[in-house]
């Protein structure tokens, strides 16, 4: 009974996050770009409802694989036009991103810790999240792949704010070098990887890296 409730939350979750950022795109309080990040952002939260309702790998990774059938789905009949960025092999980041939710959940329920893959998936969402928003709005310094010198120092600013908080929480007992190294290394896998596919090698990564330490 817990596995239904917890698919129906989430699937509520999800769907008033792509409604928000529906309307905020029809209202044009934000632009196209900016809808994508919200949703981005607010749809990592959903590992906190995969934590309090699912206690198996597989319940957890039930959700995550209706959201790759969904966001394909989205990516070829622009369905959710407030996540897509319409047309290109860029536009398969938002399925990438489910395929990482499927990987960690599998991986980190299996063993007993999920904590070390909400690492990975808060980092994507939020370290990644900001720090496009900041480099859309405020990068003025040219760095690399189209990236800026602000919005990869957000990216790390946020990376290390989600390593800390969930050292802080859990009790990993993660030092302060440890958290620093993931996530610098996460901004770097944001910075070099291409075609959307940093939305696997960031949360992946920044996890192994979290696990390899602990």
Same mark, same amino acid.
Request: aromatic fraction near 14%.
């Given at each position: 009974?817990?596995?239904?409730?917890?698919?129906?939350?989430?699937?509520?979750?999800?769907?008033?996050?792509?409604?928000?950022?529906?309307?905020?795109?029809?209202?044009?309080?934000?632009?196209?770009?900016?809808?994508?990040?919200?949703?981005?952002?607010?749809?990592?939260?959903?590992?906190?409802?995969?934590?309090?309702?699912?206690?198996?790998?597989?319940?957890?990774?039930?959700?995550?694989?209706?959201?790759?059938?969904?966001?394909?789905?989205?990516?070829?009949?622009?369905?959710?036009?407030?996540?897509?960025?319409?047309?290109?092999?860029?536009?398969?980041?938002?399925?990438?991103?489910?395929? $990482?939710? %499927? &990987?960690?959940?599998?991986?980190?329920?299996?063993? +007993?810790?999920?904590?070390? @893959?909400?690492?990975? /998936?808060? #980092?994507?969402?939020?370290?990644?999240?900001?720090?496009?928003?900041?480099?859309?709005?405020?990068?003025?310094?040219?760095?690399?792949?189209?990236?800026?010198?602000?919005?990869?120092?957000?990216?790390?600013?946020? $990376?290390? %704010? &989600?390593?800390?908080?969930?050292?802080?929480?859990? +009790?990993?007992?993660?030092? @302060?070098?440890?958290? /620093?190294? #993931?996530?610098?290394?996460?901004?770097?896998?944001?910075?070099?990887?291409?075609?959307?596919?940093?939305?696997?090698?960031?949360?992946?990564?920044?996890?192994?890296?979290?696990?390899?330490?602990?």
């Amino acid at each position: 009974m817990q596995t239904l409730i917890g698919i129906i939350v989430s699937n509520v979750f999800v769907l008033v996050c792509i409604g928000i950022s529906t309307l905020f795109e029809k209202k044009k309080w934000m632009s196209g770009e900016g809808t994508r990040k919200f949703v981005h952002i607010a749809v990592s939260n959903w590992w906190f409802i995969a934590m309090y309702y699912f206690d198996t790998a597989i319940t957890a990774a039930i959700v995550p694989v209706m959201f790759v059938i969904v966001n394909y789905y989205s990516y070829k009949k622009q369905l959710f036009t407030s996540i897509e960025r319409g047309g290109g092999v860029k536009d398969l980041g938002t399925v990438y991103y489910a395929i $990482a939710l %499927v &990987v960690l959940s599998l991986w980190s329920f299996d063993m +007993g810790r999920p904590e070390i @893959g909400g690492i990975g /998936i808060l #980092i994507m969402g939020y370290a990644d999240g900001f720090a496009a928003v900041v480099g859309t709005k405020f990068g003025k310094t040219p760095l690399i792949h189209g990236k800026s010198v602000e919005g990869t120092l957000t990216a790390v600013i946020m $990376a290390t %704010v &989600v390593v800390m908080g969930f050292n802080a929480v859990y +009790g990993l007992g993660l030092s @302060g070098a440890q958290m /620093i190294i #993931i996530a610098i290394s996460a901004t770097l896998f944001e910075l070099f990887t291409p075609l959307g596919l940093d939305n696997l090698t960031v949360p992946i990564g920044s996890s192994l890296i979290a696990y390899a330490f602990l």
